[in-house]
């Protein structure tokens, strides 16, 4: 069995809801999708590059995807080790790509072998509970969001910011009030929060039983989290600071956190996510598996991994649901708070 063929397809999906985190604003998703062909099956893989996270723009891995996987052409898809360590060689850091590569090729195996890929990976749990996201925005839209995201029957939300602390504990507050003690709260500054700011935003939200704190300082010094993490109660995850496996054994090794998000599109596909949840195990470090704003194909990929491995304990699978015009919308299926896969061999997206 080799590969017939692959094609590369430019996606720009508008957002019904745009939304600002600490260093920009969203109003669409420019994603790419990738078929690989084989022996008839037709594997698909989805990049969502983010230059503040995957350090990818989007016309850099269109341009990359049609120039370097023809050269893939008449290879064997399941020999996956070799076309990505030639696909990273040729696409040096271009994580995101090399995602879109691997996940294409999980989701080959698992139509070849009849078998959905979380299964092939380990099939740990049939579901999990994800947060939704709310953005930067006024009090009022912050609220008016949150009782939105209950009604839709989510458990736990997800609050950006890091531009302000004062607003930030303040809209921290009143989501607390309106939820009621039982809801789970997220917060995330993306890096937005110097060392003092961090630090009167942990000892201004003991009281509000926040679940995690992400990312709370810049990439630049990682030992910032070290010391966010020696002086919070709340757990301290780390999410662009993990690029790499090498990132990932840094932080555990030094007792830099507490957890550890991984994202698919950030580490380079689901092979690398596998290795990088690794060493998070080996320390003791649970792990979020999170998310780009993606296709519901990218957020399967995501899901399957979520799916295979006991010490994921947290999903942030949310970044399809404010998608227009989705080809890929039924990857995943959202019920009361939990994503399911789509039933159906591989990724469970039959395509385009």
Not at 330 to 336: M, N
């Amino acid at each position: 069995m080799i590969i017939d063929s692959i094609e590369v397809i430019k996606l720009e999906l508008p957002m019904k809801y745009p939304y600002e985190v600490a260093y920009q604003s969203f109003d669409k998703a420019e994603n790419v999708l990738i078929r690989i062909s084989a022996g008839g099956f037709n594997g698909w893989g989805c990049a969502a590059p983010d230059p503040h996270v995957t350090g990818e723009y989007p016309a850099d891995v269109l341009e990359k995807a049609r120039s370097i996987l023809p050269s893939f052409i008449g290879k064997d898809p399941f020999r996956k080790a070799v076309i990505m360590s030639h696909l990273k060689k040729e696409a040096a850091g271009a994580f995101s790509l090399w995602a879109a590569v691997d996940m294409a090729l999980w989701d080959l195996l698992g139509k070849k072998a009849d078998l959905p890929v979380w299964k092939i990976l380990g099939g740990y749990r049939e579901r999990i509970r994800t947060s939704a996201t709310i953005g930067i925005c006024s009090l009022e839209d912050t609220i008016k969001s949150l009782k939105e995201l209950q009604q839709a029957g989510f458990f736990i939300v997800k609050l950006k910011g890091g531009q302000n602390v004062h607003e930030d504990l303040e809209r921290l507050k009143a989501v607390r009030m309106t939820s009621g003690d039982h809801f789970r709260i997220r917060f995330d500054a993306n890096q937005g929060y110097s060392s003092a700011e961090a630090i009167y935003f942990i000892e201004n939200s003991l009281d509000l039983n926040i679940e995690l704190f992400e990312q709370p300082n810049s990439v630049a010094n990682p030992e910032l989290l070290g010391v966010m993490t020696r002086k919070s109660i709340t757990p301290i995850m780390a999410d662009e600071s993990i690029l790499s496996l090498l990132d990932a054994f840094h932080l555990v090794k030094k007792g830099l956190i507490d957890l550890m998000n991984i994202k698919i599109m950030k580490v380079g596909g689901i092979t690398e996510a596998i290795q990088v949840d690794a060493v998070a195990r080996s320390a003791g470090v649970e792990v979020m598996v999170g998310c780009m704003d993606e296709s519901a194909l990218g957020i399967a990929a995501g899901l399957h991994f979520a799916l295979s491995r006991k010490n994921i304990r947290y999903a942030d699978l949310d970044g399809h649901f404010g998608l227009k015009d989705d080809p890929a919308a039924g990857a995943v299926v959202y019920k009361k708070g939990y994503l399911y896969p789509a039933k159906g061999p591989g990724l469970g997206w039959a395509g385009l």
